[in-house]
């Protein structure tokens, strides 16, 4: 007994050290997926909130270029608008039809909020945003995030006022997408290498697409409603095993300067969700 | 409490502040980051017990993780390099120090210096970069990061060592 004592006190240092790498590997491989973590990431009380401060002061810099944006996207929106007015004015006559439309049915399942960005990272192969809102605001995993632009990413963890975002510049991101005006759907994935890049791994080998064919969100997920702009295809290759066509997309939105963002969530994705997963386990 | 302890907290809060606010958002052509916190690190008097230095480590890795969204990697890499720093540092060590120095070009010389961070310092990148490889990624520009990275950090620890040289 004494031996064994005396061999612990030797050797203290050695047992701290493995007791301090292996919090250090839990941590590492629980991350994901472990949700109490979220103590150990920015979106704690305390990170956040001086993140926050950090944000504000840093706002002021940037407002020019904000303004600008919010300019430009102000006058797209009423140029669109114009543009829904005449188009409006022509279905008129077919008022049935627009009045109990598909479109009207779908655009009352999702929630939409606004959020900024308070924190993030490019230069990683898994990449984070932290957002200034979090499950007071109603946000909750799952959820998906666009700006004007295109698509971001989905909400991964929520603390009370923060929430991180995993966006497509992380090699965890999957995405489900369609090419606009084919029916095919796709997955959208990050290789971890460039920042305005992306490609979509699974393009099946019938289908035909061509070089500035627009990507869109393809609304299977019930995370995203159909039809947000992701990018545009730059070039097709073959996939590894040669099943499918692998192409490179340009992402619409510029990651390094992305601020105020849109958080849009299903209403019903629990009935959704429970319809599916009961579909699987009957399997 | 003695006096050191509340200097070391001091120094302890300030180097990561640093850290996080500005030095964790550089990324200087997308690769190299400087780490400043390890200064502290590597600067702690020769006779700080292992424990002592395996818990600072570990502390400053896990607050600069909590900032930067990566729960355990920098504080596995700072761990690491708390354990290697004493013996590292053993190498360089002569007879007619003060027996509790404190490390830098005036106890050990730069040459001794230099070295023994460029040790220290190489030893954190390369388990920091590895894990961040071990979730994901390439090789080429992990070798360029690591390489990157401890060339930046190691410019930083010049520039402290020049003026509490000069001091």
């Not at chain 1, 007994?1 to 007791?19: G, P, R, V």
């Not at chain 1, 009045?99 to 960005?117: D, I, L, P, S, Y």
């Not at chain 2, 969204?69 to 990697?73: A, F, H, L, Q, R």
């Given at each position: ?19 301090l790498?292996?919090?250090s ?259 | ?7 070391n907290i001091?120094n302890f809060t300030l180097v990561l502040l640093a850290q996080v606010?500005?030095?964790s ?10 780490c400043i916190y390890l200064i502290f690190i590597l600067k702690l ?7 002592a230095l395996l818990l600072w480590g570990f502390t400053a890795g896990i607050v600069v993780d909590m900032f930067c ?5 920098n504080a596995a890499a700072a761990t690491?390099m708390a ?41 954190f ?43």
């Open positions: 007994m004494q031996s064994i004592l005396n061999l612990l006190i030797k050797y203290n240092h050695w047992f701290l050290f493995t007791l790498e292996g919090i590997i839990v941590l590492l491989l629980f991350f994901n997926n472990y949700h109490s973590a979220v103590f150990f990431t920015s979106a704690n009380g305390i990170a956040g909130n001086i993140y926050s401060m950090i944000t504000d002061v840093e706002g002021y810099f940037n407002l020019k270029d904000e303004n600008m944006r919010l300019v430009e996207h102000n006058r797209l929106l009423s140029e669109e608008l114009q543009a829904m007015g005449k188009e409006l004015s022509a279905y008129k006559d077919s008022t049935m039809l627009a009045g109990n439309g598909f479109v009207a049915a779908n655009r009352g399942n999702f929630t939409f909020g606004t959020a900024k960005v308070i924190n993030g990272s490019l230069n990683r192969v898994n990449n984070f945003i932290t957002i200034d809102k979090g499950s007071s605001d109603g946000v909750t995993t799952e959820m998906g995030v666009f700006n004007e632009q295109g698509v971001v990413g989905i909400v991964r963890q929520t603390s009370e006022n923060f929430a991180i975002v995993l966006p497509l510049l992380n090699s965890k991101s999957m995405i489900s997408c369609r090419v606009k005006g084919s029916n095919s759907f796709c997955t959208l994935k990050w290789d971890g290498t460039e920042l305005q890049h992306s490609y979509l791994i699974d393009l099946p080998r019938y289908a035909l697409f061509e070089q500035g064919d627009t990507v869109v969100t393809s609304g299977f997920s019930s995370i995203f409603p159909a039809g947000i702009p992701v990018g545009e295809i730059q070039n097709l290759e073959d996939s590894d095993d040669g099943m499918f066509y692998r192409a490179k997309v340009k992402l619409y939105v510029n990651f390094s300067s992305i601020d105020n963002l849109f958080i849009v969530g299903h209403k019903k994705k629990n009935e959704q969700e429970i319809l599916e997963e009961s579909m699987n386990k009957e399997k | 409490m003695t006096r050191s302890t509340l200097i001091r606010l500005v030095f958002r550089i990324h200087l052509f997308g690769y190299a980051t400087a008097p020769r006779h700080t017990s292992l424990n969204n990566t729960p355990g990697m690491a354990f290697a720093r004493n013996m590292f540092l053993a190498t360089f060590t002569h007879k007619g120090l003060p027996d509790d120095f404190i490390p830098g070009a005036k106890s050990i010389k730069w040459g001794g210096y230099l070295v023994y961070s460029l040790m220290c310092i190489l030893l990148f390369t388990i920091l970069f590895l894990l961040e490889l071990f979730t994901a990624g390439h090789i080429l520009p992990l070798l360029i990061s690591i390489a990157g990275s401890t060339l930046l950090t190691m410019l930083f620890v010049i520039v402290t060592e020049c003026f509490s040289f000069s001091k």
